[in-house]
């Protein structure tokens, strides 16, 4: 079955403990993305990358930190947490069409973490 | 700028009753525009999108969508509202940049009465 996955779905954790939320897709899409949702903001992107090795800065980067060192995989890593990082994470991949924004976004389940 | 705006946070309908959730956009080039649904506890699901092709899209499920660039508008519709219906909707624009990110609009709750 094609899909995005996440783990863990849910995570508790303290101010400054360093996190790592996994994101694998078995579609070989190129395009991969992590985005927050906070209530009555939607969606919003924190990092992105187009291939592996290659990412970038979404709207929201401050305190994040993403890798791709394999097309399948895309964790982001929270090296030190703060409550503000309270949210819903989502990843989602989708093929990699240069010039096109017409290409679907496949979402994961999901992430709810809780910084305390 | 791009931008995506929905036009009430919570909408209820009967079962069997006409189901719109507005959208709104803001592009300077021809938008790609899509709507998700999420349901409770579960990622985002693509219902629709609209590529430049034809300007009424069908969806899963019996949703529909029509795209008025005069009224910078892509409303959801449904004829008739079933209890799984119930959902939060997403409208979306691609970004026509590298980033080729989603901006979404800030969610409709769609809650539909027995």
């Known amino acids: 079955e094609a899909q995005v996955t996440q783990n863990p779905r849910y995570l508790i954790t303290v101010t400054g403990k360093k996190l790592t939320v996994t994101c694998s897709q078995n579609?070989?899409?190129?395009?991969m993305s992590w985005y927050r949702q906070d209530p009555g903001l939607g969606l919003r992107q924190i990092y992105y990358?187009?291939?592996?090795?290659?990412?970038d800065k979404g709207d929201v980067p401050e305190g994040y930190k993403v890798s791709r060192k394999e097309k399948r995989n895309f964790p982001l890593i929270l090296e030190s947490p703060s409550p503000n990082q309270t949210s819903l994470y989502f990843c989602?991949?989708?093929?990699?069409?240069?010039?096109?924004?017409?290409?679907?976004?496949?979402f994961g389940p999901g992430t709810r973490l809780t910084v305390l | 700028a791009q931008s995506v705006t929905q036009l009430g946070s919570h909408v209820s309908v009967s079962e069997g009753a006409l189901v719109l959730l507005r959208c709104n956009y803001s592009s300077s080039v021809p938008p790609y525009l899509f709507w998700y649904v999420q349901y409770p506890n579960q990622g985002l699901q693509l219902l629709l999108k609209y590529t430049s092709a034809a300007t009424l899209v069908k969806g899963i499920n019996g949703f529909e969508a029509e795209f008025k660039k005069s009224e910078t508008s892509f409303h959801l519709t449904k004829p008739s509202a079933h209890m799984s219906d119930a959902a939060e909707y997403f409208c979306a624009v691609s970004k026509m940049d590298s980033s080729y990110k989603l901006i979404f609009g800030s969610g409709t709750r769609l809650l539909v009465r027995p």
């Open positions: 989602a991949s989708s093929l990699w069409v240069s010039t096109s924004g017409s290409n679907t976004q496949y």
């Open positions: 990358s187009m291939n592996v090795e290659v990412t």
């Open positions: 579609m070989n899409h190129e395009y």
